[in-house]
């Protein structure tokens, strides 16, 4: 099943891109320079990382315990 039809894959997908994004940023600033078009979208996920950390932790937490036991 594709992860646009499953809620829970989708939730798993949102919260990776998330975080891989704001990784990256920090690693590499010049990858995510651009805030319009395709990249834009990257530099978006970026930045809610970076403002709404403490909620992402809180999500990804949620997420790595619920596909551990559920």
């Given amino acids: 099943m594709s992860a ?3 809620f829970h894959s989708f939730l798993t997908v949102v919260l ?4 891989t ?3 990256l940023k920090m ?3 010049a990858i ?9 979208f990257f530099w978006k996920a970026a930045r809610i990382g970076e403002r709404l950390s403490p909620w992402v932790a ?4 949620t997420m790595g315990v619920s596909i551990l036991f559920f």
Avoid: A, D, M, W
């Avoid at 990776?16 to 975080?19: A, F």
């Avoid at 809180?58 to 937490?61: E, I, K, L, Q, R």
């Fill in 16 to 19: 990776l891109v998330i975080c």
């Fill in 4 to 6: 646009l039809f499953n």
């Fill in 21 to 23: 994004c704001t990784f």
């Fill in 27 to 29: 690693q590499f600033p």
């Fill in 32 to 40: 995510l320079e651009h805030k319009t078009g395709f990249r834009g």
């Fill in 58 to 61: 809180v999500g990804c937490f």
